[in-house]
């Protein structure tokens, strides 16, 4: 009986379940759309291309790990992507090379270098030996050339010393040709090259090879190399061939077979995972909390609304088990239903996202979304459970209440709440607000992560302690509705409000949700945007600063500036990043390695050392082994000046140099500072980012900056001055920011639709109230007046707490990130409150109107 019960309300009154139905198919979109991302991060993987006739590969490890010891024993591992390219030993080829089972040991090694004129492309440079890798079946000296060939030229012969081997389809579109010469510009500097041969297209587009020992040298690395493809001997399978290579390489380096392979041939790879699981597991626990706590209110309040139905249920003879049973039908009937649907735009969102990941180098290309069964049956089981909790709890007390006691509840609003709610809602105000205690002490990034708990509990004891919360803000706003200014209208919405504390309430809390998501994540960009080009604008003072369209400048482009007529200094800056560990957990900072002194271009605010110190010849270390450090990962590491700072260079290599300065410009400018030849060596590609020149007193400007664009022999470099850095730097962080506009654009989408959602819920809901009124003499332009002040004090109430609770939110986060307070830009407040406010009123307004079109007797006796 109640399941046929069931089915009828669902058939018969759709109206009383849409609302429900929105916020189900609305939270299995967010669930699944998350859920998708998640599992790409965890099944990640990509078939190697270059290795792919390398059934092993050996490397460095591509990741920083420490050990955690955890107490009694119990240990783990934790790890981060290296921001730089890790390398291994080239003598380690030739050990390998005599292995029994080993046919070939190719050391590869693959950095970019440019070709002369405008619009010349950008080539990939390897040493000769690795030709043949991506060339099936293809071994050293079998072309018939003479010398080792790798199997690929299709003209010519292998390189020699000062030559190189072009890609057919490269020489032809330079209109090159075998014996002529080109000049090609590496991280070392630029030199002309005679072209030995051409190689086949299979072995590489826009590539170039060289000598071993000369790409070595031209890469930066001499005597390093990314990698080694080790090819078997016929009848050695590839797990033989791994076994005798993984014990000649020791702990030297690492063994890498199957799709594994993909991770070096790929460094984005390993990074990508980190983001994927990052996005779908933080940010989808984020939004799946987000929609289980919207579905639970959103049900909740459709059987709230359906109080004198269970009533009348008890009054005619139903018991509380069959009530909940009914319950429960309904939920079966809407939630699968609503999740089944919500699966295929959530399978767009995240088709969107990843795109846009993709096109961010968030992700490499060549990787695929991962679509399976897993995050769909969580979303629909997601909703279905939160449906049934919320049901139950709606119904928990007009299913035990006598017949007679529940038709009185129904007729009215309950005043007061029950014990669990306020316990379990004080419990959670309490633990938002221990959180917050507990933020202020601890690092940009642990405050974040503990921010985000803070506010899930600061929603939860909005979401239970609510009619409190509005019971209160009707008392304060209602004041200022009750003058004559407000009129009828207004001390009707008064009135209205402060008697139905918990229909308020309702609409309240997804208000607060909107404002609370969005302000966090959108502010925690705009903070971190405007502290970072603040210190880039008061930081860079250099006259002229010199750029590259292409991958970067020579490393010795800094000292032929130098030499420039009009130039008192110039120094290179070379960017980078490195590994702190912090506790028990490891954090990347960005570095900066200069030529020199880097004061007369830099004015970074040195609170205690000096920068001197970087440059060689100082006295301080021998020269390379210091640092200077950001103010922020000073105090982060409890450093001071005279300390060794421990950290791993950005390929992993573990260094502890000398703390010589502590400056409080490093959030736009750099976290640290090394000196040059400190960190050349350990980066993924070695050429300078950027040379920074200061004039000579007297200099023509104009002048120098000519003299200085032709420093690029052939290659096209850019010349501007430090407001053009800056606005560099700006658009760099315009990026970094992108992931938290996404999140705020899903979350708060999801929270307004919900919002709003809610809001046509209460206002369809109040049928005989709107009828009452126009029988009693109220005019249309008054009902219409209570609802615009209504939804003027809902919006209003759900700005002011959710504005506190990402203020509560950001305060520690952004002083442990940038070491200032929130910023708050007009051109960011005002959208969001624009758009809380029109919602408010839009969401109002239009059921509003379609209940004055009733007639007031018909609607005040509630038919439908």
């Not at 260079?649 to 500072?673: N, S």
């Not at 910023?823 to 969401?843: H, Q, R």
Request: hydrophobic share 50%; with cysteine; charged share 15%.
């Amino acid at each position: 009986m109640m399941n046929g019960l069931a089915r009828a309300a669902v058939r018969f009154r759709p109206s009383s379940f849409v609302g429900s139905f929105v916020a189900l198919l609305l939270a299995s979109t967010v669930i699944t759309a998350c859920g998708l991302l998640l599992q790409t991060g965890v099944t990640v993987h990509l078939a190697p291309v270059r290795y792919a006739n390398a059934p092993v590969v050996v490397a460095a490890d591509p990741s920083a790990k420490i050990t955690v010891h955890r107490g009694k024993g119990d240990t783990s591992t934790e790890s981060t992507p290296l921001p730089d390219r890790a390398r291994v030993d080239a003598a380690l080829a030739n050990r390998l090379a005599a292995l029994p089972g080993v046919a070939a040991a190719l050391p590869d090694l693959a950095f970019p270098v440019q070709a002369t004129g405008a619009g010349a492309p950008v080539l990939t440079a390897h040493g000769f030996a690795s030709a043949g890798l991506t060339v099936q079946g293809a071994q050293p000296g079998t072309n018939g050339a003479g010398g080792t060939d790798g199997g690929v030229l299709a003209e010519g012969r292998a390189p020699g010393v000062g030559e190189v081997v072009l890609d057919a389809a490269t020489a032809r579109a330079a209109h090159l040709a075998v014996g002529d010469r080109v000049t090609l510009t590496a991280p070392t500097g630029s030199g002309s090259y005679r072209i030995a041969g051409l190689a086949d297209p299979r072995a590489g587009a826009a590539s170039a090879w060289f000598t071993d020992a000369l790409a070595g040298q031209l890469s930066g690395h001499p005597g390093r190399i990314d990698a080694i493809a080790v090819q078997p001997r016929p009848g050695v399978s590839a797990k033989e061939l791994a076994d005798q290579v993984r014990q000649a390489v020791g702990g030297q380096a690492k063994v890498f077979t199957g799709d594994a392979r993909a991770t070096i041939e790929q460094p984005l790879l390993l990074q990508s995972n980190v983001v994927l699981i990052a996005l779908g597991a933080n940010f989808g626990g984020i939004a799946a909390m987000t929609a289980i706590f919207v579905v639970m209110g959103t049900v909740a309040l459709a059987t709230n609304q359906r109080a004198r139905e269970f009533a009348l249920l008890r009054a005619i003879g139903a018991t509380p088990r069959q009530i909940r049973r009914t319950i429960a039908t309904e939920a079966m009937l809407l939630a699968p239903a609503a999740g089944v649907l919500g699966i295929l735009p959530g399978l767009g969102l995240a088709h969107w996202w990843f795109a846009q990941l993709v096109s961010h180098d968030a992700v490499p290309p060549g990787l695929s979304l991962s679509v399976g069964p897993i995050p769909m049956l969580a979303a629909t089981g997601t909703g279905l459970l939160s449906a049934l909790l919320a049901g139950y709890l709606g119904a928990r007390r007009p299913a035990k209440l006598r017949p007679s006691q529940a038709l009185g509840e129904s007729a009215v609003e309950r005043a007061r709440l029950g014990w669990f709610r306020t316990t379990i809602g004080t419990l959670a105000l309490a633990g938002a607000s221990v959180l917050a205690a507990l933020t202020t002490g601890q690092s940009g990034l642990a405050a974040a992560n503990t921010a985000l708990g803070m506010v899930m509990c600061f929603l939860l004891a909005m979401g239970l302690l609510g009619p409190l919360v509005a019971h209160l803000a009707t008392t304060v706003f209602g004041l200022p509705l009750r003058t004559r200014p407000a009129g009828a209208a207004g001390s009707l919405a008064a009135d209205n409000s402060r008697a139905n504390a918990r229909r308020l309430a309702s609409a309240i809390t997804p208000i607060v949700m909107v404002t609370a998501f969005c302000g966090t994540l959108l502010v925690m960009g705009s903070s971190l945007k405007h502290v970072s080009a603040a210190q880039v604008r008061a930081g860079m003072v250099a006259d002229q600063v010199i750029g590259s369209a292409g991958p970067g400048l020579p490393v010795d482009t800094a000292a032929r500036a130098g030499q420039v007529p009009g130039v008192a200094q110039a120094v290179g800056v070379l960017q980078a990043g490195a590994v702190l560990r912090s506790g028990d957990t490891l954090n990347t900072a960005s570095v900066l390695g200069v030529t020199g002194d880097p004061s007369k271009v830099l004015n970074l605010g040195v609170r205690d050392g000096s920068l001197s110190g970087l440059a060689p010849g100082s006295g301080t270390g021998s020269g390379t082994d210091v640092v200077a450090v950001d103010t922020i990962v000073a105090d982060a590491m409890k450093v001071k000046v005279g300390d060794h700072l421990p950290m791993q260079l950005g390929d992993g290599t573990a260094v502890r140099p000398t703390v010589v300065a502590v400056y409080q410009r490093g959030l736009g400018l750099g976290e640290l500072l090394l000196p040059h030849a400190a960190l050349v060596g350990h980066v993924t590609t070695g050429y300078d980012s950027k040379v920074l020149v200061s004039d000579a007193p007297g200099a023509d400007r104009a002048a120098v900056a000519a003299a200085l664009a032709r420093l690029g022999d052939g290659v096209p470099v850019t010349v501007t001055d430090a407001a053009g850095y800056v606005a560099a730097a700006d658009h760099d962080q315009e990026l970094s920011t992108w992931a938290n506009t996404v999140m705020a654009g899903v979350l708060g989408g999801f929270a307004a639709v919900a919002a709003a959602n809610t809001l046509v819920m209460t206002v369809l809901d109040r049928r005989r109230e709107v009828g009452l009124l126009r029988l009693s003499g109220t005019t249309r332009r008054q009902v219409r007046g209570m609802f615009r002040w209504e939804a003027l004090l809902v919006s209003g109430t759900g700005l002011l707490i959710g504005g506190a609770i990402a203020w509560a939110t950001l305060v520690p986060i952004t002083h442990g990130l940038t070491g200032s307070g929130p910023y708050v830009p007009l051109e960011l407040a005002l959208p969001v409150v624009g758009g809380v406010v029109l919602l408010s009123m839009a969401a109002t307004a239009l059921p509003g109107r379609a209940l004055l079109r009733e007639q007031p007797l018909a609607a005040s006796a509630g038919r439908r």
